[in-house]
Nanobody
Framework: QVQLVESGGGLVQAGGSLRLSCAAS????????MGWFRQAPGKEREFVAT???????RHVDSVKGRFTISRDNAKNTVFLQMNSLKPEDTAVYYC?????????????????WGQGTQITVSS
């Protein structure tokens, strides 16, 4: 059974930093892309960042230069380093495993979801 366990969420002041981790279990994920999505109150879930099986990364424009996705295949873990946080980054952040080694950047490209972790950025 595949499980994704996220950690690292919490409350931070604007300008601060947080690091999210997502530990995957149940199979080997080194051949699959992994990513992060987020859902703010009253809004649809949106793509944040993805890292392919080969390590190629993509970030949504609103977080470029502030967030960095990375992965440790030996630990089946994906990370999201978030710096210079803004109140508009407040959301529930979800870890995702893609169906292939590329993506996921859309919800229909996701095979598995984490339970979500709350990030609240105060002004």
């Amino acid at each position: 059974q595949v499980q994704l366990v996220e950690s690292g969420g919490g409350l931070v002041q604007a300008g601060g930093s947080l690091r999210l981790s997502c530990a995957a279990s149940g199979r080997t994920f080194s051949n699959y892309a992994m990513g992060w999505f987020r859902q703010a109150p009253g809004k649809e879930r949106e793509f944040v960042a993805t890292i392919s099986a080969s390590g190629f990364t993509r970030h949504v424009d609103s977080v470029k230069g502030r967030f960095t996705i990375s992965r440790d295949n030996a630990k089946n873990t994906v990370f999201l380093q978030m710096n210079s946080l803004k109140p508009e980054d407040t959301a529930v952040y979800y870890c995702a495993v893609g169906r292939t080694g590329w993506g996921p950047a859309r919800e229909d490209e996701v095979d598995y979801w984490g339970q979500g972790t709350q990030i609240t950025v105060s002004s």
